[in-house]
């Protein structure tokens, strides 16, 4: 079975310009979280969404940073504009459960903010 | 803010050994997960702990609940190669809620 699938896996771009990260959760599985990991900062949770509704977006950074979920199969990060305090390694991760924990992690996209 | 401690932060070890790592908090947890990472992908879970005292085991891998509630501990028994990489720990405050704090990490390196 297919697991949660990130694309694009590496992203290189210049300061200022939009960025959208794009993940697909396992099917079946009603919660949905975006992660980033730094070096500095560790994993670090940005939004969570169940049903598709999101539940808590108090860890996007501000509000140059947007996630949305429009179905069950696919959720976007957005972030506009882009600034090299970004770079990072963006998870995607997935779950059948509330209040659950994050059980399926995909592979990631590493953005580099020039 | 609340900071979860992982010990240590990396270990070089002989194949055949017992690992041994730690996770330790500020808080009182109620629930513990063990993640293993390795590069370029994703955080796996290895292990999820319920209860204060809990011990569980997955494989070679075997995690425990600390009874004071604020530590947990992975320990893997006879290591081999592929063994190497990341170990997070992750832990949930309060029940029903989908906030977990991740460690530091502790980066396993297996000597052949």
């Known amino acids: 079975d297919a697991g949660v699938i990130q694309s694009p896996r590496h992203e290189v771009t210049e300061m200022g310009q939009e960025v959208t990260l794009r993940c697909k959760p396992i099917?079946?599985?009603?919660?949905l979280f975006w992660y980033r990991q730094t070096m500095m900062r560790g994993l670090e949770l940005l939004i969570y969404?169940?049903?598709?509704?999101?539940?808590?977006d108090s860890g996007m950074p501000e509000d140059r940073f947007s996630a949305k979920m429009p179905n069950a199969s696919f959720s976007t990060l957005k972030i506009q504009p882009s600034e090299p305090r970004d770079s990072a390694v963006y998870f995607c991760?997935?779950?059948?459960?509330?209040?659950?924990?994050?059980?399926?992690f995909g592979d990631g996209t590493r953005l580099s903010i020039l | 803010g609340q900071q979860l401690n992982q010990s240590p932060q990396s270990m070089f070890i002989q194949e055949g050994e017992d690992v041994s790592m730690n996770c330790t908090s500020s808080?009182?947890?109620?629930?513990w997960l063990w993640y293993k990472q390795d590069p370029g992908e994703g955080p796996v879970l290895l292990i999820a702990?319920?209860?204060?005292?809990e011990l569980t085991s997955n494989g070679r891998l075997t995690a425990q609940f600390g009874i004071t509630r604020k530590d947990s501990f992975l320990n893997i028994s006879a290591s081999i190669p592929s063994d190497v990489g990341i170990y997070f720990c992750a832990g949930r405050v309060t029940s029903g809620t989908y906030k977990y704090i991740f460690g530091t990490g502790t980066r396993l390196k297996v000597l052949a």
């Open positions: 969404f169940n049903n598709n509704v999101p539940i808590d």
């Open positions: 991760a997935s779950s059948f459960s509330g209040g659950g924990q994050p059980q399926h």
């Open positions: 808080s009182i947890f109620n629930t």
């Open positions: 702990l319920y209860k204060a005292g």
């Open positions: 099917s079946g599985h009603n919660s």
